[in-house]
C-alpha cells in the first residue's frame, strides 16, 4: 500500500497530467474552443489524437484520483467502508469516460449510440459518487474525536462538491454560463480535482496510527 503522504501526492500528480494535457490537446483540435466545446469531445471518436487524449486526460488522471481517494477514505476510516468505495468509483469514472470515448456529430452526442451510453454512464459513475462521499466524510468527520476539527472544512467541501456538480449538470440554466457550456464545465471540473487536493491535503499528511472513531 501507498503511503499517505505518497498517496496525498498523487492527486497533484493527477491535476499536473490533466489540466497541461487540457490545453494541448484543444490547441491541437483545429476549431476547438474551451468556451463552447465539451471536454469529452476531445477524446470522441474522429477527434484529432482521440486515443492519447482518453489516456492522458481522463484514464490516468481518474486512476490517480481513485488511489488518493481510496487512500483518504482509509486515514478517515480506518477500513474499505462506503467512503472508501464511493472515492474509489469516482475516480475510475473519471477513468472509464477514457475507456468509452462519445459518439458525436458537430459536438453534439449520439446518444443512440452505445458508446455515447457508456460515456454518459462514466461520467455520472464519477460525479454522483464523489457527491454522495463528500457529504458522508463530513458525517465520518463529525463522527470521529480525531478529525473533528476539520468539520467546518468538511462541510464546505460537501457543499462545494454539490455545486460543482450542479455547474456541470445545469450549467446550460445559469445566467452567466448559458452562452459557455465549455466553461461551465472546466468549472465544474476545477472543483472536481480541488476537492481531491483538498482532502488529499487534510487527511493524509502526518496522520500518524490512531483511527478514532466515535
Known sequence: ???????????????????PAL????????????????VSELG???????????IIGFIIPGLLLAVCGGRAALAI???????FWLLVISGLGFAGAGVFPA???NGIPRMQSPWTAGHVLMISLSG????????????????????RRLLPISLA?????????GLNVFGRSIPMLADAPGLAQRLAFAVYFAWFLAVGALFLANT?????IA
Open 77 to 83: 476510516d480506518g477500513r474499505r467502508s462506503l467512503l
Open 44 to 54: 470522441a471518436f474522429g477527434a484529432p489524437h482521440a486515443v492519447a487524449w482518453n
Open 23 to 38: 490545453f494541448a490537446f484543444a490547441a491541437a483540435y483545429p476549431g476547438y474552443s474551451h468556451l463552447h466545446r465539451a
Open 1 to 19: 500500500m501507498l503511503p499517505e503522504t505518497v498517496s496525498r501526492r498523487v492527486a497533484v500528480v493527477a491535476a499536473a497530467v490533466f489540466w
Open 157 to 165: 467541501l460537501a457543499v462545494v462538491a454539490f455545486l460543482g456538480l
Open 128 to 147: 454522483f459518487p464523489w457527491v454522495i462521499a463528500a457529504f458522508v466524510l463530513a458525517s465520518r468527520v463529525r463522527r470521529s474525536t480525531r478529525w
Open 103 to 105: 459518439e458525436m456529430r
Open 208 to 212: 500518524g496510527d490512531e483511527r478514532a
